[in-house]
């Protein structure tokens, strides 16, 4: 079986695996859940929880599609993703904040040229 084919159905699995267990858990308490069930707080489990899912239903599958050519792609898909896990209330909104601007201070030339507004 090929990498890719493996890596697409990886998090339909992982997926199928989460729902069996919990079926009863609902999606806004689910950090909470997980935060009880690992013996962290609320705060560990969301975080936990956000990211895990983000790395492994996101960005691995894309890193492993696309042979890690695509940055813009994993950014773009990373925030997005960001967004909704903070808009579900597991992923806290100063930690997005500071992690889109430490991609704007990092990349800022970068996208100053994508714009055209950056002109020596």
């Not at 960005?59 to 696309?66: A, H, K, N, Q, V």
């Not at 050519?69 to 967004?83: D, E, M």
């Not at 500071?98 to 002109?119: C, M, N, P």
Request: aromatic letters at 12%; hydrophobic letters at 60%.
């Amino acid at each position: 079986m090929k990498l890719k084919t493996v890596a697409f159905f990886i998090p339909f699995f992982l997926s199928f695996l989460i729902v069996s267990v919990r079926a009863a858990v609902d999606i806004l308490e689910t950090d909470a859940a997980l935060g009880v069930a690992l013996g962290v707080g609320e705060f560990i489990g969301g975080l936990i929880l956000s990211l895990g899912i983000l790395v492994l239903f996101v960005e691995l599958p894309i890193i492993i599609l696309t042979k890690g050519k695509q940055y813009s792609l994993y950014v773009l898909l990373g925030i997005s993703g960001l967004a909704v896990f903070t808009a579900l209330g597991w992923f806290p909104i100063w930690v997005m904040i500071i992690i889109v601007l430490g991609i704007a201070f990092g990349a800022g030339k970068q996208i100053a040229e994508f714009l055209g507004g950056l002109r020596r």
